[in-house]
């Protein structure tokens, strides 16, 4: 059987939530291997549409501080220790990431100018959600823990954002995970000639095997122009429902947002993305239990 494409943006999205649904019936882990859904990610998902938004967001870039990512409510972007940041802010320290040579330093200052780009939108969600009774008290403290992040964004200038995509290529190529995706996104890597998109999708393979989250929910969500095969794809969203707090929800948000767009897979398809995803979860969780 071949996949099978449907008329609608809509119907294509409920249908692959459907196998994945599917999937997750017959082979997700045991309830002792799952991590149940945090309440900040409960309250995000009964919230309102503005807070849907930042539910159902691809998320092409990490997250710092008091942000949540875009994709998957409390899912943190892993990235390098933070220094203390006092009235300075921001700025300074981004500046200091981007003379250095520090990859670390590097993938930390992308977090911030990317936390410090979606503050202002986080912080309207969850006074909507607030506002329409979605756990009052959680959402007042993401509300001022929002409020803290924009007094470090105030020294935060649009010359440090126009950094952004310089940081995350340093960062990528000393290794850190989830810098891949950060640098492809927002069209970046069409832009980038072939020789930087092989060395892109190369680390975006790299990150998503091993697990990484941000990796594996922003190469399951991309298109044809990443260069990833659609069963690559799948796997990858498989995975991030695999190893995510709350992945399945995270999932169905997805996909009756609109996000997922692919083909509903055919039996061998899912099959393989099924072991692929399985295998991935494996590794990473092999990993985790014998620490860094």
């Not at 938004?53 to 949540?68: K, Q, S």
């Not at 939108?121 to 979605?134: I, V």
């Amino acid at each position: 059987m071949s996949s099978i494409p449907f008329p609608t943006r809509a119907a294509t999205s409920l249908v692959l939530i459907g196998a994945l649904a599917v999937c997750a019936w017959f082979w997700w882990p045991a309830s002792n291997d799952t991590v149940p859904m945090p309440k900040e990610e409960q309250a995000m998902a009964t919230a309102p549409k503005a807070a849907e938004a930042v539910l159902a967001a691809p998320a092409a870039l990490p997250v710092g501080n008091a942000a949540l990512a875009a994709s998957a409510p409390g899912e943190q972007a892993r990235r390098p220790e933070a220094s203390p940041i006092g009235s300075e802010g921001y700025g300074p320290h981004i500046d200091r990431a981007r003379d250095g040579a520090s990859p670390k330093a590097a993938w930390q200052a992308v977090a911030w100018l990317q936390a410090c780009r979606q503050n202002a939108s986080n912080m309207l969600a969850y006074q909507q959600a607030r506002d329409n009774g979605a756990v009052p008290e959680v959402m007042t403290r993401l509300i001022v823990e929002a409020q803290t992040e924009a007094r470090r964004c105030q020294t935060v200038t649009a010359p440090h954002q126009a950094l952004l995509p310089e940081l995350a290529l340093q960062a990528m190529r000393g290794g850190i995970a989830g810098a891949g995706v950060a640098y492809a996104g927002e069209r970046r890597f069409e832009q980038a000639d072939e020789a930087l998109q092989a060395e892109l999708r190369n680390a975006i393979r790299r990150d998503a095997n091993s697990g990484d989250h941000m990796t594996l929910i922003n190469a399951g969500l991309s298109d044809a122009a990443w260069g990833l095969s659609y069963e690559e794809r799948l796997s990858y969203l498989l995975a991030f429902g695999l190893l995510s707090a709350g992945g399945p929800q995270h999932l169905q948000a997805l996909g009756k947002s609109g996000q997922i767009k692919m083909p509903a897979p055919n039996s061998a398809q899912a099959a393989a993305a099924q072991a692929a995803a399985q295998k991935i979860a494996d590794a990473a969780k092999a990993k985790a239990s014998v620490g860094p």
